[in-house]
């Protein structure tokens, strides 16, 4: 537990030790993720070649092809790595780093696939960086935590209550109200259904990873309730967001949902870790100002790397859906549907063009 430093006073550059951890496995889980993308798209490429059947149409040969396993593979070490990160560092250093994932994917697409990365993703990628470098430079240190209760200490505390009881009214009224009547209609209903629940289960995440990190490093948290009642959490959290997910990306344009989604997301992750964790106790107005500013700008260049990137694919996606992590999270930002949207664009759409003429 070197450096946990007890949350207080880290106004200054200085990283911690667990800090320089969950950086490092936020950077590697960003890598694996982003590389993961385009490994995939490699196999379901492969595989409709060989076969003749594309996944955008129905067919499941990718199944059958190594490189697309070795892509998923890759995707799960990445997700590892991110749960693991949580486990060392705040999520307000933690999430906003998943977007460098996008930059990966979106760089090697670019030299592997050609596709074409313009003017304004590259700015895209400039501006995810430097908000990235700033968020680094000012984040708040993790706080040492000894064991689960005190993690439990901190749900229960009044100020998360409210935002917990806040997040489960506002999404039972939007499930049971809004949805039916307007979820078809206007973007914001399923994709904010997604972000507040991914709160909570990054929370949830947050929890479970450092009571697993306490037991590996000898003090078993796995008798404890608290631990298999946060482990609840995460599977029903991970649940609904997977459902609404991939509601929002079968109804609209993976261009609309993913910087929507994202910039949701984050920042209520970053709001409830503020209030559960108090990442911000004992910083200097000035490192928060500069945290909230480097979030901004990562937020904008996501919004760029997407628009620039979707706009040019068909103007909306069926029937089409995506798995979801607890990072979410961070991660999914509609990278998972492109593959598809791709396969059903380009050669196969003109050829079913050409026998519906005849």
Not at 2 to 7: A, K, L, T, V
Not at 21 to 45: C, E, H, M, P, T
Not at 132 to 153: C, F, G
Not at 298 to 315: A, F, N
Request: aromatic residues 10%.
């Amino acid at each position: 537990m070197g450096g946990g430093g007890g949350g207080g006073g880290a106004s200054g550059p200085e990283l911690s030790t667990d800090n320089m951890k969950g950086i490092v496995l936020a950077l590697l889980s960003s890598g694996f993720i982003g590389a993961s993308f385009i490994i995939k798209k490699k196999g379901l490429r492969r595989a409709a070649a060989a076969t003749g059947v594309r996944a955008g149409v129905g067919g499941y040969s990718y199944l059958m092809e190594p490189l697309w396993w070795v892509g998923m593979i890759t995707m799960i070490v990445g997700e590892i790595a991110n749960f693991v990160a949580y486990a060392f560092a705040p999520a307000v250093l933690v999430t906003p780093l998943g977007a460098l994932s996008i930059i990966v994917s979106a760089v090697l697409a670019h030299f592997i696939l050609n596709e074409r990365l313009h003017a304004l993703g590259v700015l895209g990628c400039v501006m995810c960086i430097a908000g990235s470098v700033v968020i680094v430079i000012h984040a708040p240190q993790e706080q040492e935590i000894t064991s689960v209760r005190e993690i439990w200490n901190m749900a229960t505390q009044p100020a998360f209550l409210l935002y917990v009881a806040s997040v489960i009214v506002i999404v039972f009224v939007l499930v049971f109200y809004f949805s039916p009547l307007y979820g078809q209609s206007n973007v914001l209903i399923y994709t904010a259904i997604c972000s507040l629940m991914g709160s909570l289960s990054v929370m949830s995440v947050k929890a479970l990873g450092t009571s697993l990190k306490l037991t590996f490093e000898g003090t078993n948290q796995l008798i404890y309730p608290e631990t298999w009642f946060f482990m609840l959490v995460v599977a029903t959290c991970v649940l609904t967001q997977m459902n609404y997910l991939n509601k929002a990306l079968d109804t609209f344009n993976t261009a609309i949902v993913s910087p929507i989604y994202y910039v949701m997301f984050t920042t209520l992750t970053i709001l409830a870790s503020v209030i559960m964790f108090k990442d911000w106790s004992g910083q200097s107005p000035g490192s928060i100002i500069s945290e909230i500013c480097g979030l901004v700008v990562v937020l904008s260049g996501t919004i760029l790397l997407h628009v620039t990137k979707d706009y040019e694919r068909i103007p909306q996606s069926r029937s089409v859906y995506a798995p979801l992590s607890p990072s979410l999270t961070t991660r999914l930002n509609g990278e998972l549907l492109k593959h598809v949207e791709d396969e059903r664009t380009s050669d196969e759409e003109k050829a079913l063009r050409r026998q519906e003429m005849y």
